[in-house]
């Protein structure tokens, strides 16, 4: 069975400077990746998304993330981070041709520091 | 745009209370889901539906059950509330096999206090 461990369950940073949020999954088939964010009070929205092709994937906010199959990873990573950046992050896996179940990691939650 | 609306934001309710959390999606989505939320857990799948009338149990569905009649229309039922189900509840949709992405559309959360 496929699963998602997030490295990190709290990333302090300071503003302005480059943040890497870790995301690995096991599965023994081909998947599709996502990365959900949900700021306070809020419910997920959808981040970025690798289906095929490039393995480097943007996405809003100047976000970005690449898929690296032979480590099974999928880290997001943004250059420069903003206050607004403060939410919680989380990484999903679903298999390409299964039902339409996606499997969450726990989460990240990135403390932006003034 | 997609919108998925949950019925309320913050619910409070006594133990041993018949709860419903309706949630409905506007974009014509097949899927539906139900996830309770905690802290250090992640979201966990209660239930999700493919269609109308069909279920299916997700990871954790004891002390929950779901109905969906219409299409749009999700609701997940806690027939007798207790405590540790006091939770953040959220309910999302996605288009069925047959779309292209199959990412999943969020509704804005249900925090649910149970006393």
């Known amino acids: 069975a496929q699963s998602v461990t997030q490295l990190d369950s709290q990333v302090p940073v300071f503003e302005e400077a480059p943040v890497e949020l870790r995301c690995n999954y096991s599965?023994?088939?081909?998947?599709?990746l996502f990365w959900y964010v949900q700021y306070p009070n809020q419910g997920l929205q959808l981040l970025l998304k690798?289906?095929?092709?490039?393995?480097l994937v943007k996405g809003i906010n100047g976000f970005e993330a690449e898929f690296n199959k032979s480590q099974t990873s999928f880290h997001l990573r943004k250059p420069s981070v903003h206050i607004s950046d403060t939410a919680e992050y989380f990484c999903?896996?679903?298999?390409?041709?299964?039902?339409?179940?996606?499997?969450f990691g726990k989460g990240t939650r990135l403390h932006i520091l003034p | 745009d997609v919108k998925v609306t949950q019925s309320s934001r913050y619910l409070v309710k006594r133990t041993g209370e018949k709860v419903f959390l309706e949630c409905v999606q506007d974009?014509?989505?097949?899927?539906m889901f139900w996830y309770r939320q905690d802290p250090g857990l992640g979201l966990r799948l209660i239930y999700f539906?493919?269609?109308?009338?069909?279920?299916e149990k997700g990871d954790i569905p004891e002390g929950y059950s779901v109905s969906r009649e219409k299409k749009e229309r999700f609701s997940l039922i806690l027939e007798s509330a207790s405590t540790n189900q006091t939770s953040m509840y959220l309910c999302?949709?996605?288009?069925?096999?047959?779309?292209?992405?199959?990412?999943?559309?969020f509704g804005p959360g249900t925090r649910l206090t149970v006393l």
């Open positions: 999903a896996v679903k298999i390409t041709n299964r039902d339409d179940k996606i499997i």
């Open positions: 539906s493919y269609d109308v009338k069909m279920k």
């Open positions: 690798y289906l095929s092709g490039s393995t």
């Open positions: 599965s023994s088939v081909s998947v599709y």
């Open positions: 999302a949709s996605s288009p069925g096999l047959a779309g292209f992405y199959n990412e999943q559309f």
């Open positions: 974009m014509d989505h097949e899927n």
